[in-house]
């Protein structure tokens, strides 16, 4: 309640000018995390899920979640992603203290990347060393985000969970097709 209180009082101070700075950064953000991550799945559409040959050959863990559940998940983390990155900009901008954010587009760009290495290149092992930096570097931006505003990284606590979740799948799926014959490409 208080911080709503907070940012409403922020909101009313205002220039015009002001609000559309944060109108346009915020829509950078969300063009940036969830436009990204729609391409990343618009380009790899046929490398995951039901449709997919390859991905279907693949062993997968009995915990592994039905393709239905990847879309809605990624939209919410990404969307999630774009508020802590707009939040942390409205208390540092790009210059002021870029760390944080360079370290968050680093994250994001190793978040995209494992798709292309995992999906597009069918490489497993590829893909389960990947998604331990980009673990790492989410943690990272976690802490610098805290630096920022104590209650920042909250928003990135559900992608922190989906991606040790992703870590482990990744890293079981490599395991169990290490010697899988039965994969059109290479597994990494």
């Known amino acids: 309640m208080v911080l709503r209180e907070n940012m409403w009082r922020e909101i009313v101070k205002m220039t015009?000018?002001?609000?559309l700075m944060n109108v346009a950064v915020l829509a950078f953000f969300l063009v940036l995390c969830m436009g990204g991550g729609g391409l990343m799945g618009a380009i790899t559409v046929n490398d995951f899920?039901?449709?997919s040959e390859w991905y279907v050959a693949l062993l997968k863990p009995k915990w592994n979640p039905p393709s239905a559940v990847f879309g809605p998940?990624?939209?919410?983390?990404y969307l999630l992603m774009a508020g802590a990155a707009f939040f942390v900009w409205r208390h540092?901008?790009?210059c002021k203290q870029p760390l944080p954010l360079i370290v968050f587009f680093i994250q994001l760009g190793l978040n995209f990347t494992w798709v292309l290495i995992f999906g597009k290149a069918h490489s497993l092992l590829g893909g389960a060393i990947e998604i331990l930096f980009l673990w790492m570097f989410i943690v990272a931006t976690m802490v610098l985000f805290y630096g920022v505003r104590k209650w920042i990284p909250l928003l990135l606590f559900p992608y922190l969970?989906?991606?040790s979740f992703a870590t482990a799948l990744n890293?079981?799926?490599w395991d169990l097709n290490r010697n899988n014959?039965?994969?059109t490409s290479p597994s990494g």
Request: charged fraction near 20%; aromatic fraction near 20%.
């Open 49 to 51: 899920g039901d449709e």
């Open 92 to 94: 540092t901008g790009f």
């Open 181 to 183: 014959t039965n994969l």
């Open 161 to 163: 969970c989906w991606v």
């Open 171 to 173: 890293w079981t799926i």
């Open 73 to 77: 998940v990624w939209s919410l983390l």
């Open 16 to 19: 015009w000018k002001e609000r």
